[in-house]
T-cell receptor, first 116, second 110 residues
Framework: NAGVMQNPRHLVRRRGQEARLRCSPM?????VYWYRQLPEEGLKFMVYLQKENIIDESGMPKERFSAEFPKEGPSILRIQQVVRGDSAAYFCASSPRRQGIGDEQFFGPGTRLTVL | SQQGEEDPQALSIQEGENATMNCSYK?????LQWYRQNSGRGLVHLILIRSNEREKHSGRLRVTLDTSKKSSSLLITASRAADTASYFC??????????FGAGTILRVKS
């Protein structure tokens, strides 16, 4: 049973380009979460999605960032017109379902974005 | 806002010793989770403790939760060099999003 998969593992972009990060949740998981980790810091929540729905995007920057989780295919985190401050590790996590008292979230290996 | 705060920030011990890391948080939670992250790698889920639980064990790991003090501790017994990593606590306030602390860097010397 494959874990959460993310690609690419490393991504280099120049300022002003677009970055697309992909996440395939674990089999049977319908909930996806994106987190960002800056160097020497903990992870910060960005967005929580279910299939075709954004449930909570309270951690997403208001501009340039968007996320989707279509009916078919992986979840995509898209960053338009990247700036140096977007350089970070972006982690995706998935969980099977939402319970009243929460589920374990299983994390992918991350995508390390470097903006030149 | 930062919810979980780990203490200490860094811990260096000898192989075979026990390592204790603490986490404090500010609001009511549904559960608290501990993760390990090796340098430059992804997160590995260690243990989840629910708000109605006080203690949980998994192998050499023991986690306690004191909701009255809004704190948790992670104990690693008989540490090994392979336990060297960063350890994060993360709280779930009920919206399914996890709020992570800044982590404790554990170094186990052989």
């Amino acid at each position: 049973n494959a874990g959460v998969m993310q690609n690419p593992r490393h991504l280099v972009r120049r300022r002003g380009q677009e970055a697309r990060l992909r996440c395939s949740p674990m089999k049977g998981h319908s909930h996806v979460y994106w987190y960002r980790q800056l160097p020497e810091e903990g992870l910060k929540f960005m967005v929580y999605l279910q299939k075709e729905n954004i449930i909570d995007e309270s951690g997403m920057p208001k501009e340039r960032f968007s996320a989707e989780f279509p009916k078919e295919g992986p979840s995509i985190l898209r960053i338009q017109q990247v700036v140096r401050g977007d350089s970070a590790a972006y982690f995706c996590a998935s969980s099977p379902r939402r319970q009243g008292i929460g589920d374990e979230q299983f994390f992918g290996p991350g995508t390390r974005l470097t903006v030149l | 806002s930062q919810q979980g705060e780990e203490d200490p920030q860094a811990l260096s011990i000898q192989e075979g010793e026990n390592a204790t890391m603490n986490c404090s948080y500010k609001t009511s939670i549904n559960n608290l989770q501990w993760y390990r992250q090796n340098s430059g790698r992804g997160l590995v889920h260690l243990i989840l403790i629910r708000s109605n639980e006080r203690e949980k064990h998994s192998g050499r790991l023991r986690v306690t939760l004191d909701t009255s003090k809004k704190s948790s501790s992670l104990l690693i017994t008989a540490s090994r060099a392979a336990d060297t990593a960063s350890y994060f606590c993360a709280t779930d306030e009920g919206g399914n999003k996890l709020v992570f602390g800044a982590g404790t860097i554990l170094r186990v010397k052989s």
